[in-house]
């Protein structure tokens, strides 16, 4: 009995833990739960609506994350349209499709079908901007407002209406006006066909025209790259240009400063010599006179030397005859070294 008893009871406990595991299941599977990292960024709109947290997020229709929050904060977009409050929807989505949210991406609040749950549909048209970063914030595509699209329909209606039941305005001459008016117009396009066929003739030979000279500037300016090569050089040049007017601003202050102070200097020493000239002319002729005739007496003396050495030279005077005679020189020269020898013999003789 007892042993009948432990195996019901082992059954039941068996099935309430698969019913709970089963449970489990369905909640995750359901609820989109995921175990690992997550890749979180966050998109704010002026109004969210009818997003809710929890709510999905797609690319090209398939759901990728969800919504992990709602919040209110301070709108910072310098918009006129923009609202003091806006809604961030902080968002998380798995890190396999990080690769295909990128910093020109937009995001759409939209329903799947007319009654179907608001979710963030993410739209990324290339992939030449950069994939964004965990917790980067972007800005979203604000939803169309119907109940404001209502209300302005409502108030076109009602002024519609105020229009048509004014009784300053008669509502059958309008419509009769327009009427005679649109004939008027279908008379003057009849009788002008011919003119009216040429004038659109002329204008689409132009267009032609002006096709030829796209394609031909095109072709002149190889499918851009061209202007796009001189517009970069232009840019180039302009920086280089930008620098170097840099490096001679920086260099042309103590330039500028030097020569300042080299035009002070010359123009002190003008001063100074026109001080030092103005009423010593006199002076100053005299000092040249007086140049002068010192020259003139050296260029004499100068003379009278060279005359001196040419009689010595030849033997002239006392001088010339000590520096002609060999004999006398050598006599001289002996006297010299005896007395070096002998020193006393001029005090006495032997």
């Given at each position: 009995?007892?042993?009948?008893?432990?195996?019901?009871?082992?059954?039941?406990?068996?099935?309430?833990i698969?019913?709970?595991a089963?449970?489990?299941t369905?909640?995750?599977?359901l609820?989109?739960?995921?175990?690992g990292?997550?890749?979180?960024?966050s998109?704010e709109?002026?109004?969210a609506?009818g997003?809710k947290?929890?709510?999905?997020?797609?690319i090209?229709?398939l759901?990728?994350?969800?919504?992990?929050?709602?919040?209110?904060?301070?709108n910072?977009r310098?918009?006129?349209?923009?609202?003091a409050?806006?809604?961030?929807?902080?968002?998380?989505i798995?890190?396999?499709?990080?690769?295909?949210?990128?910093?020109?991406?937009?995001?759409?609040?939209?329903?799947?079908?007319?009654?179907?749950?608001p979710?963030?549909e993410?739209v990324?048209?290339d992939?030449?901007?950069?994939?964004?970063?965990?917790?980067?914030?972007?800005?979203g595509?604000?939803?169309?407002r119907?109940?404001?699209i209502?209300?302005k329909?409502?108030?076109?209606l009602?002024s519609?209406?105020?229009?048509?039941?004014?009784?300053?305005?008669?509502?059958?001459?309008?419509?009769?006006?327009?009427?005679?008016?649109?004939k008027?117009?279908?008379?003057?396009?009849?009788?002008?066909?011919?003119n009216?066929?040429?004038?659109?003739?002329?204008?689409?030979d132009?267009?032609?025209?002006?096709?030829q000279?796209?394609?031909s500037l095109?072709?002149?300016?190889?499918?851009g790259?061209?202007l796009?090569?001189?517009?970069?050089?232009?840019?180039t040049?302009?920086?280089?240009?930008?620098?170097?007017?840099?490096?001679?601003?920086?260099d042309i202050?103590?330039i500028?400063?030097?020569?300042?102070?080299?035009?002070t200097?010359?123009?002190?020493?003008?001063?100074?010599?026109?001080?030092?000239?103005?009423?010593?002319?006199?002076?100053?002729?005299?000092?040249?006179?007086?140049?002068e005739?010192?020259?003139a007496?050296?260029?004499?003396?100068?003379?009278?030397?060279?005359?001196?050495?040419?009689?010595?030279?030849?033997?002239?005077?006392?001088?010339?005859a000590?520096?002609?005679?060999?004999e006398?020189?050598?006599?001289?020269?002996?006297?010299?070294?005896?007395i070096?020898?002998r020193?006393?013999?001029?005090?006495?003789?032997?």
């Amino acid at each position: 009995m007892k042993s009948s008893e432990t195996a019901i009871e082992v059954k039941v406990g068996a099935l309430v833990i698969f019913a709970l595991a089963l449970l489990v299941t369905f909640v995750l599977v359901l609820g989109d739960f995921s175990l690992g990292n997550q890749f979180e960024f966050s998109v704010e709109f002026n109004n969210a609506g009818g997003l809710k947290p929890g709510a999905d997020v797609a690319i090209a229709g398939l759901n990728v994350g969800n919504v992990k929050s709602l919040r209110f904060i301070q709108n910072e977009r310098a918009d006129a349209n923009a609202t003091a409050v806006a809604v961030r929807a902080n968002i998380e989505i798995s890190p396999d499709y990080a690769d295909a949210v990128r910093e020109n991406s937009q995001f759409f609040i939209t329903t799947r079908g007319v009654l179907g749950e608001p979710y963030i549909e993410i739209v990324t048209r290339d992939f030449e901007a950069k994939p964004i970063e965990g917790g980067t914030v972007m800005r979203g595509v604000d939803p169309p407002r119907i109940d404001i699209i209502v209300a302005k329909a409502s108030e076109l209606l009602s002024s519609l209406n105020d229009l048509l039941d004014d009784p300053s305005i008669q509502t059958k001459d309008l419509i009769s006006n327009t009427a005679s008016l649109m004939k008027n117009l279908d008379t003057v396009l009849v009788d002008n066909r011919e003119n009216v066929d040429t004038t659109l003739k002329n204008v689409a030979d132009a267009s032609g025209e002006a096709n030829q000279l796209l394609e031909s500037l095109n072709v002149a300016v190889d499918d851009g790259q061209g202007l796009k090569r001189t517009l970069r050089d232009a840019e180039t040049t302009a920086g280089s240009a930008s620098r170097i007017a840099k490096r001679v601003e920086k260099d042309i202050d103590p330039i500028l400063a030097d020569v300042n102070a080299m035009t002070t200097n010359a123009r002190n020493a003008a001063e100074s010599a026109d001080k030092l000239l103005t009423g010593n002319e006199q002076k100053i002729q005299n000092s040249i006179d007086n140049l002068e005739n010192s020259t003139a007496r050296l260029n004499k003396v100068s003379s009278d030397a060279e005359e001196v050495m040419a009689s010595v030279k030849n033997g002239d005077g006392t001088v010339g005859a000590l520096l002609t005679e060999k004999e006398l020189y050598d006599d001289l020269k002996e006297i010299l070294r005896d007395i070096k020898q002998r020193p006393w013999k001029i005090v006495w003789k032997e």
